[in-house]
Structure formats: C-alpha cells, structure tokens
C-alpha cells in the first residue's frame, strides 16, 4: 500500500483506527473480481482476506480505492464503482494492486534501494580508506583523519547513489513495468477500451485544471506557475503514453474478451444474473460497441 508510506504517523494511526473499526467482509462480487485478478497475477486467492473498507478513499491518494496489502485485498466498494466508471477500469485497478503486491511493492523498492545505496556508499568508502592509506603519507600519520575521511566519502557517495537513482526515475521505471505487467492480464478488448477512455477522460480534467486561489489573496509566483505547468504537461505525456501502450495491446489481443464482456454481448441481460460488480454503463457501452462492429461488418 504505496500510500502509507506517505503518511505521517498520525495519520497512519488514524488510517489504521478507521480500518480495524469500520471493515467488514467484502461483497460476493468485488471478492469474486479480487479473486480471479490475485488468480492471474500468480497469486493464490485462498490465503487472502477480503475486506470493505467504508470511507476508505478519503486516507489514500488513490484514484480508485482498491489496494492489496500484506494478506489483505481492500478495497471502498461505495466508491469503487463511481470512481472507476467502468468494470474494465476496477478489472484494470485490482490486477494493478495484485502485481504491485506480487512485486513486493514500495517495501521491496525502497529495501533494494537502500541496500544499493549503502553498498555504493560501503564500497566507496573502504576504497578511499584503503587507496588514501597506500598512496597518501598523511592518511598512515592520522589514523584517526583517515577513518573520518573515508566516513565522509561514504556519506558522499551513498546521497550521490541515492540521487542518482532518482534522476535516472528508476522508481518510475518500475511503476511503468507494473502497469505493462498489469495490461498484459487484462486481456480484454472491451476492457482497453474501457481503460483508454478513463485515461482521456483524466487527460482532459488535467487540461482544465488550475491553480487553486483564495479570494483576496495575491497571485502566486511565476516560478510556482511554471512549476505547476510543467507538472501538468508531464502528468498528460505520461497518460498518453499510457494509452498509446494500451491501443498496442490491445490490437495484439484482437477480438479477445473477458467473460463479463463476452456476456455483455452475448445476452443484454448478462447483468442481471453476474455476479460480479457490472454497472449500468458496461450494458450501455457493450451494446453500443456490437452495434459498430455490425456497421463496420456491413460496410465492409
């Protein structure tokens, strides 16, 4: 659960409080869907704990409150729905959440890069106190200088290590891995579809999005401005770079579907009998995408 390590602890105790007061078991349709997502990713569904958690949106920045943790799958089943708008996009977000924890997670990215650091900061150290101590008279004089010397150097190189994974967005690089992982389960034509018009839709909020002021206080820095601009403009690249990979997995697949997609087409009353979490929405698009895939078919 990336979120919680941006917490202060009062709020992870709070978050905490909430979860252990409020849970309760999850729904026979979201613990079907975490089920068959755990499933994919390699996981398997019997050694997890299906919880609801109300309210849960508002302790995580997450854009759909669903996340799986130790052996925990939770997830806000009143805002889950209305968030994702769609089945493939809460289809997309679980199997997210299940490779992130099939991963490791941010724990295993940050004690990776801890290790790593340190040895950088490790190796460097030991070097100048064994090169210094070979080659520089002064180092064999003051023993005690030497060991503070070679400290520095460890402390040096361990913030330079620690910078340069950051630069070189190697955090970013492995998020990206996990939503490829992620789209390459989905397998969904139908599912894409969904996913891509979610994205467009964020696309189009980060457009119209603005500096927030209050009434009667002075406009903000230039600096700031630029600053907020150039996150925004990174923030839709990254989006459309997300649905150009989408597009290209999904013209991989072809006409591939989920059985809750299949069902859509197949029967206009799927709905009705599923089980699992499908919104009014899924029968409205799955019906309006067999009746462009006939027009094309006719006019072919």
Known sequence: ??????????????AATHISLYREDA??????LGEECLRLVGLNPSRYVYWNVPNMSTYFGKTVPVDVHGGYVLVDEGAAGRLATSYGVLRYAYLSAAVRAREGGRWRYDFMTMNITLAVGVAGGFAALS????????????PVG??????????????????A????????????????????????????DDV???????????????????????????EFVKRFERGTQLQIKMLQADMEEVRAEKRRIGSNFCDVHRGLREDERYAESAVLPISSVDTQRASERLRAERKE????
């Open 297 to 300: 078919e006719k006019a072919e």
């Open 27 to 32: 729904s026979p349709g979201y613990r079907t």
């Open 196 to 222: 891509n018009l979610y994205t467009a839709q964020q696309v189009e909020d980060l457009r119209k999005q603005e500096i927030p002021r209050q009434p009667g206080m002075p406009p903000p820095p230039e």
């Open 146 to 163: 030497g060991i503070a010397l070679s400290l520095l150097v460890f402390l040096t190189a361990t913030v330079a290590s620690r910078q």
């Open 131 to 142: 090169i210094g101590r070979s080659r520089w008279a002064w180092m064999r004089r003051h």
């Open 1 to 14: 659960m990336d979120a919680l390590y941006l917490m202060s602890r009062a709020q992870f105790h709070q």
């Open 165 to 192: 994974i950051r630069v070189l967005g190697v955090g970013i690089v492995t998020a990206h891995n996990s939503h490829k992982k992620a789209l390459t389960r989905l397998n969904c034509a139908d599912c894409f």
